[in-house]
């Protein structure tokens, strides 16, 4: 029983490439996040989902896209990487109230 | 949108000793969670706490939605509390997609 798991685990891209991150969940949850955090700045909520084949824009979702075809997966794309995109990039997943998240994606853009 | 500010932004403790956080929010919230960061990076969820007081081991929590603040007390605080404490709110409506809005948090450090 992994739980919540990212892949990768550290990412370093240059300015322009693209890049998916993958979110993968054995909990049978039906919400899905991404959540972005930068130093000093808490987590910020970038997409959503409510159940498969559903996304939702959260707070700071310009310059990346999401899918989520399966239930237990939730994709974050990022079609032309930036240097502002350099941050840890966390998932989390939630049947209601609670949220439990992956460990995390470490991605740098130079 | 919804404001979360945490206090005090840092934290130096002995171990053994005790210390409250403090989070207040803006708006009236469905949602109020707490969540430990330890310092490898994995975000723990400690509390769900909208209203009343929970307690958790050596952690306790204690949110009063009238006056719009939480509470999270941790007593005999050991080294592996380090690490920096979140709280997490979503805003009242009348529905719910249980998106969070996170406080910048507080980082604890306990020294041995």
């Known amino acids: 029983n992994a739980g919540v798991t990212q892949t990768p685990k550290f990412r370093v891209l240059k300015t322009g490439q693209s890049m998916t991150l993958l979110c993968a969940q054995d909990?049978?949850?039906?919400?899905m996040y991404w959540y972005r955090q930068d130093p000093g700045m808490g987590l910020r909520l970038i997409h959503y989902?409510?159940?498969?084949?559903?996304?939702a824009k959260g707070e700071v979702p310009d310059g990346y896209n999401v899918s989520r075809l399966k239930k237990q997966n939730f994709l974050l794309g990022l079609e032309s990487a930036a240097p502002s995109q350099t941050s840890v990039y966390f998932c989390?997943?939630?049947?209601?109230?609670?949220?439990?998240f992956g460990p995390g994606t470490r991605l740098t853009v130079t | 949108g919804i404001q979360v500010e945490q206090s005090p932004p840092d934290l130096i403790l002995q171990e053994g000793a005790n210390s409250t956080l403090r989070c207040n929010f803006s708006d009236s919230v469905n949602n109020l969670q707490w969540f430990h960061q330890n310092p490898w990076g994995q975000l723990i969820n400690l509390f769900y706490?909208?209203?009343g007081t929970k307690q958790n081991g050596r952690l306790s929590a204690t949110t009063v939605a009238t006056e719009r603040y939480s509470l999270l007390y941790i007593s005999s605080s050991q080294t592996t509390d380090s690490g920096v404490y979140f709280c997490a709110v979503e805003p009242y409506s009348g529905g719910s997609n249980y998106k969070l809005t996170f406080g910048k948090g507080t980082l604890l450090t306990v020294n041995p």
């Open positions: 909990m049978n949850h039906e919400y």
């Open positions: 989902s409510v159940g498969e084949g559903t996304t």
């Open positions: 989390a997943t939630g049947r209601t109230y609670e949220q439990y």
């Open positions: 706490i909208p209203s």
